[in-house]
């Protein structure tokens, strides 16, 4: 510890996604004086951003109101086509858009990667005077005597597998701060902590999540057509076993972005989300606009589907939490860019106003009353029974009815009750009440097997350094993963970082190949007993999105 230096600033940020650089610019535009750090786990900023992404404005429109006109990729492809598909094994049924309320039109949307609108926004930021640290991951909450926050300290670099010191080790940096704000999207691994100690999730609904897989493909000019953007749901994923629904984005450049997600709060644990995703790209309508093209990224990563109900409390003493680590995605619209990216500036405008009334470490009930009296708590607040529902009813009648519930509340026929959430990992089954999925090998040419994918992410992590992945109790993950729910940990990983190694034999050996790790952190999430713990690991390392 006292190998350690420190520094002070005005306002800490964790994490260099959407939320955290809209906080660190709004902070900036309030008050040029005030000292602005963002630390951010990526090799650089954007290297660990991975969305569909089809982005409401709102946000940006508020926070930079010339976005379009500076430079921005975002507004390079307006949305311009809206489609809807209900699949089965060999058709599609196009759902008319009178079906859905207006809201939920992607009418006045952008479609692009999300990881160049932040590369963007840390200009905008550093412009301002923001300073900005990338590949220097937030590794541990530090705690003033009075039990508030005052600050994070970065991880330690040049630590071996062993534990020990190898020749280029450096300690960790402290950095000191009146408020910290987290921004570490979903599943953060600090948050998980501030939750435990400041009881942030009393009166909230666990948190549920989706595994998102995305890949990026070059296809013919005469299939593309910039703009159009389907979402399907249906095949292949069946109601008995889960829920899940895919995406294609025709962005700039010739480019689709594609990809499927699956609620993770499936019941078969013999489901395979990657495998699942894979199987989709060869449904008919979906392989003729990839045919001729060439998949050139994949990725993937874990969202909030949460909503309204299951948001913690915002702040504790010395920060807050922001953006996708808080849970703001409007799950039906698919969208939470905007939301995350207003949730920023709220927090940012509290911190700005305590700071020159000369206030630290205290708590910024400012946040939390601005956002109960804002567009984001309005837009939750109507969905809030979407994915309740239709996990309870299934795909198929679950979607009527959530869609005839949606109708009633965009009406402002408000419903009397808010549905509650079951925790992902409690609604594992056991292996012998569920039937074994048989997944289609890969052809190499539209579907793709694990590694060759995980190449594709350009994934990299420093061998000879301690496995950031960590398992509490190896034999309860051999008598309970592997016996009772038949190893979905090597079925749920989209990056192939779990193995049972030897159960053939009688010997089974649990393998972790965390080296592969994207960092979407589904096992944190998914596991039967929560007994996976993710930590971050030594800066830079995980993916590399080129354009996600």
């Known amino acids: ?93 196009a759902v008319p858009h009178l079906l859905a309320p207006p809201f939920m039109n992607n009418k006045g949307t952008y479609t692009g990667s999300l990881g160049s609108l932040c590369r963007w926004l840390a200009e905008q930021a550093e412009g301002l005077g923001v300073e ?15 039990g508030s ?51 942030l999730d009393a009166n909230a609904e666990p948190q549920v999540y989706g595994i998102g897989l995305k890949e990026l493909w070059d296809i013919p000019s005469d299939q593309h057509a910039p703009g159009r953007v389907i979402h399907t749901q249906g095949w292949p994923v069946k109601d008995d076993d889960g829920f899940g629904g895919g995406f294609l984005y025709h962005q700039a450049n010739g480019q689709v972005a594609l990809g499927y997600v699956v609620w993770l709060g499936y019941g078969n644990p013999y489901l395979a989300p990657f495998e699942a995703f894979q199987q989709w790209k060869t449904h008919p309508e979906i392989a003729a606009i990839l045919k001729g093209g060439r998949r050139v990224s994949y990725g993937a990563r874990a969202i909030c589907d949460g909503g309204w109900q299951s948001l913690p409390k ?12 808080a849970g703001f995605l409007n799950v039906p619209r698919i969208k939470g860019s905007h939301t995350a990216m207003k949730s920023g500036m709220m927090a940012a405008e509290a911190a700005a106003d305590a700071i020159s009334r000369q206030r630290g470490n205290d708590e910024l009930t400012a946040y939390t009353e601005a956002y109960q009296a804002s567009w984001v708590e309005k837009e939750l607040r109507m969905v809030r029974n979407f994915e309740p529902i239709i996990a309870k009813f299934g795909g198929t009648l679950g979607t009527v009815l959530a869609g005839a519930n949606l109708w009633l509340e965009y009406l402002g026929i408000r419903m009397p009750f808010t549905m509650k959430h079951r925790s992902d990992a409690s609604k594992t089954g056991r292996a012998d009440l569920h039937q074994p999925i048989t997944y289609p090998k890969p052809d190499g040419v539209l579907s793709f097997d694990r590694l060759s994918s995980v190449a594709l992410s350009f994934t990299n992590h420093a061998e000879d350094q301690p496995v950031h992945l960590h398992v509490k109790d190896l034999e309860l993950q051999k008598v309970s993963e592997l016996e009772v729910f038949a190893g979905p940990s090597t079925r749920y990983c989209p990056a192939g970082v779990y193995e049972w190694l030897g159960v053939e034999e009688g010997k089974p050996r649990y393998q972790i190949n965390a080296q592969n790790c994207v960092h979407c952190k589904t096992c944190d999430i998914k596991d039967p007993n929560q007994n996976i713990n993710w930590v971050t690991p030594e800066g830079g390392g995980g993916p590399n999105y080129p354009n996600m």
């Open 314 to 325: 915002l702040t504790f003493p010395g920060g807050a939490l922001i953006g996708c680590t």
């Open 149 to 199: 926050v005052k600050g994070v300290a970065t991880g330690e670099m040049g630590v071996a597998k062993d534990g020990s010191h190898k020749g280029d080790y450096q300690p960790g940096l402290e950095l000191h701060a009146k408020y910290t704000l987290f921004a570490e999207g979903a599943r953060g691994h600090l948050t998980k902590q501030l939750k435990a100690k400041y009881d």
């Open 132 to 146: 900005i640290f990338p590949g220097f991951p937030a590794a541990e909450v530090l705690y003033n005597e009075d």
């Open 1 to 93: 510890m006292s190998e350690r230096e420190s520094m002070p600033y005005d306002v800490v940020i964790v994490g260099g996604g959407p939320a955290g650089l809209a906080a660190a610019i709004r902070l900036k535009q309030l008050s040029a004086d005030l000292t602005v750090c963002v630390l951010e786990k990526g090799s650089e900023v954007g290297a660990h951003i991975l969305s569909g992404a089809v982005v409401d404005p709102k946000g940006l429109d508020e926070l930079l109101p010339d976005w379009r006109d500076q430079g921005c990729p975002m507004a390079q492809t307006p949305v311009t086509d809206n489609q809807h598909w209900v699949l089965s094994a060999k058709k599609k049924f």
